[in-house]
């Protein structure tokens, strides 16, 4: 058990870990995250679960240097076994079918977006998907957000917003589905309210336990405080407290 | 008390040995002897360490502490003991020198006696009922010796490589598999009786270090983690079987426990959800709960501060309330390099939670005490970071339902105090036990038991501890432990005993 199966490094940045987990694999639905210790006195460090496939105990994460991964990319090959691996955590997301979804990223943030576009694929959804050009940098996305979606573009940050507008025009989604930077999420939010559109995102947030004790992941959303690694991570985008998170996020450095 | 308990200790009293040494030492000598004094480190220098505080008796310490001991006919310190420890049985073991068997005294009734010993609040619980307080004299130093006896044999065990003792040889007599869920102090009680009657046991935990609040709630130089793992060590040679990293209600769910073939569970997830105030600025960058600020130097490298990347050199913390915790995280913030520290309590001394020995530590160490004061805000710098905190002076009023005078505002007296790190330490809500169907949860998340038995409202379903009490003491979550392994060990005998092979 947690042994890695595998690494795909898709470009110096980016890594696939496939890890062996059968517990997790069977339980992990879309939305959900595991928490890795790379070493025994590792940071407890959260990752989208991107892939479970029970039938052969195994699950995917994509890690991204960046976040003081850099050296523990150079050291983990396959065969490695994680001293810890604790999933599956949080609320699976609610996927609807037969809906029109915009799928929007911004850098390592479109990686949590990859099991939820999966996951409303299967459910017959029509998928677009809207990327910066630091997600598209990621080359290991690309692939699989292309094969996924109904269509698909990458701007440069800025344009996000302005893009938005548009395909909201020109789609009429049911749902936006948004992962990313605080301010970016924000901003996006606002127009998804703005035009009336419902619109989900993921949450990444600092965590230490990952299942509720430590506080470190607490957000307000509607006005009520809840804890990303329980509650979420996918949270109502409109309800969302962006302010409250960026002061939050300053904190740690 | 249980009446069968009592005759033991009745009979225990009546040996020959017991009487005779009794009668070795006058009471008068006895009660000449002044309380022991537990060598510990000394502040300024301990507070660039994590070593332990208190360094523990020697030898002809306990012995002299132990003769302080009248053996009294009706113990008071038993009765104040929540799981009824054999205290008079042990002590006089120590005064004997037969340190093996006041050790095997013990351990009829706790598995954690070298945790106890430590963290118990005696002074409130044993030590409050000692006939000495009557005398107007200082209680027999009953923590100290129960830490003694647990460590000194630890020492021999590992010296004798004889860790598992006669009375600890497990026999196993029911194949039947348990599910504990959680490993903090009642999970581990629950499991050594458990274990100790033969059964299989499992216990599950989330973390990625067993022992639960022992490990990451309480400091290293409190309780110093390789005696909890000692501890833990000691279940699995009696064959308690550990697994870490999963999450019950999530890795496996209730359900898969009844698949694997357990046939009883016992819920131990404890109580550590934080709560907050709710006030202005709680938010903060700056400002953190006790539980984020504890396991941050815990949780990773215990023995080791700063390991996982707090570092307070320089500045000024305080921490919000009064209880344990509250201490705990000061006297860590001073160990981290803080230049000041205070403890901001609502109420004063009298009504102050903590146990008076970690009080008095933590004076020692240079912390402040602002009790009547009670944060009402928190205020920001210019860049959104926490810079002052705005409390609000107190009186006491009338006495609470917790029988404690509350504290009640002085209209309109203020004062702001600069600082850079807030501790919130408050109290905590019980952790939900996740997805289990059928079960009754009660007020503030709490697991509904029968008081008797703590069997939960689904069948074969039992839970103790902060759980079920809320946040509460060490030796009561592990009495919990002890009377549901009783009560769940009875549930299964009585099916056993309607078992018939006439056919």
Request: aromatic share 6%; proline share 6%; charged share 25%.
């Amino acid at each position: 058990m947690n042994e890695i199966k595998s690494i795909s490094h898709y470009s110096d940045k980016t890594a696939r870990l496939v890890i062996s987990n059968g517990l997790i694999a069977a339980k992990a639905q879309p939305g959900q995250f595991v928490i890795i210790k790379f070493s025994e006195q590792g940071q407890r460090i959260p990752f989208a679960i991107i892939r479970a496939d029970a039938a052969n105990d195994e699950i995917d994460v994509i890690i991204h240097r960046g976040d003081g991964l850099d050296e523990i990319l150079n050291k983990l090959k396959e065969s490695d076994v994680l001293p810890d691996l604790l999933g599956p955590l949080g609320m699976p997301a609610v996927v609807e079918s037969d809906k029109t979804v915009i799928f929007c990223g911004d850098g390592a943030g479109f990686v949590p977006l990859l099991p939820l576009m999966d996951a409303y694929r299967e459910k017959g959804c029509r998928i677009y998907a809207l990327m910066s050009e630091l997600s598209s940098k990621l080359q290991c996305l690309l692939g699989d957000i292309n094969h996924n979606c109904d269509g698909m573009t990458v701007i440069d940050e800025a344009s996000l917003p302005g893009t938005m507008r548009q395909w909201i025009e020109q789609y009429d989604p049911d749902k936006i589905i948004l992962s990313g930077p605080t301010m970016m999420m924000k901003e996006l939010a606002g127009i998804a309210k703005e035009k009336g559109v419902s619109a989900d995102c993921v949450l990444n947030m600092l965590m230490i336990d990952g299942i509720g004790i430590c506080g470190v992941c607490r957000v307000m959303v509607g006005g009520r405080q809840q804890q990303t690694c329980v509650d979420g991570p996918v949270f109502n985008a409109w309800e969302v407290d962006f302010d409250y998170i960026l002061n939050r996020q300053r904190s740690f450095i | 008390m249980k009446e069968e308990l009592q005759e033991i200790f009745t009979r225990g009293r009546d040996e020959e040995w017991r009487v005779d040494l009794r009668q070795s030492v006058k009471p008068t000598v006895r009660t000449s002897i002044p309380r022991v004094r537990m060598p510990e480190l000394p502040p300024d220098f301990r507070i660039t360490n994590s070593r332990e505080v208190c360094e523990g008796l020697s030898v002809e310490q306990a012995v002299l502490e132990a003769t302080r001991c009248l053996d009294c006919v009706n113990p008071g310190c038993v009765k104040g003991c929540p799981v009824h420890n054999d205290i008079p049985g042990f002590i006089k073991n120590i005064e004997r020198r037969d340190f093996r068997e006041a050790s095997r005294v013990l351990r009829r009734t706790t598995v954690l006696p070298a945790v106890c010993g430590r963290v118990c609040p005696q002074e409130k619980q044993c030590e409050a009922g000692c006939t000495y307080l009557k005398m107007g004299k200082s209680a027999v130093s009953i923590g100290a010796l129960e830490r003694f006896t647990a460590d000194l044999n630890r020492t021999i065990d590992r010296m004798v490589h004889d860790s598992m003792a006669d009375d600890e040889a497990v026999h196993p007599l029911y194949p039947i598999k348990v599910a504990v869920v959680g490993s903090g102090p009642s999970g581990l009680a629950f499991a050594g009786d458990m274990a100790r009657r033969g059964y299989k046991v499992t216990v599950f935990e989330a973390l990625s270090q067993f022992g639960g609040v022992l490990k990451y709630g309480i400091p290293e130089f409190c309780l110093p983690s390789k005696i909890v793992d000692r501890e833990i060590n000691r279940l699995r040679d009696m064959g308690v079987n550990f697994i870490k990293d999963c999450l019950i209600g999530r890795t496996l769910s209730y359900g898969d426990l009844e698949k694997l073939g357990y046939k009883g569970i016992y819920i131990a997830t404890g109580a550590g959800k934080p709560r907050y105030m709710d006030i202005p600025g709680e938010n903060l960058p700056g400002v953190m709960t006790a539980n984020e600020y504890l396991m941050r130097l815990n949780l990773l490298e215990p023995s080791v501060f700063g390991a996982n990347g707090v570092a307070l050199t320089g500045k000024r913390v305080a921490v919000i309330g009064g209880g344990n915790t509250a201490i705990d995280a000061a006297r860590c913030a001073v160990r981290t390099g803080a230049e000041e520290t205070y403890i901001v309590y609502r109420r004063s001394m009298d009504e102050m939670p903590a146990r008076r020995e970690e009080i008095r530590h933590a004076r020692e160490e240079g912390i402040r005490f602002m009790t009547l004061h009670n944060p009402v805000r928190y205020l920001p710098d210019s860049k959104g970071f926490l810079h002052a905190m705005r409390l609000e002076k107190m009186e006491l009023g009338e006495p609470d339902e917790s029988g404690r005078r509350s504290p009640v505002p002085i209209p309109g007296e203020f004062v702001e105090v600069p600082v850079d790190i807030v501790v919130v330490s408050i109290g905590y809500y019980p952790n939900p036990p996740i997805s289990i169907p059928d079960m009754e949860i009660g007020k503030g998340g709490k697991v509904e038991v029968d008081s008797e038995t703590l069997r939960s409202t689904k069948a074969a379903v039992y839970a103790g501890g902060d759980i079920v009490r809320g946040p509460a003491t060490v030796i009561l979550a592990m009495g919990d432990g002890r009377k549901a392994a009783d009560s769940m060990a009875k549930a299964f005998e009585n099916a056993f005993s309607r078992i018939s092979l006439d056919y």
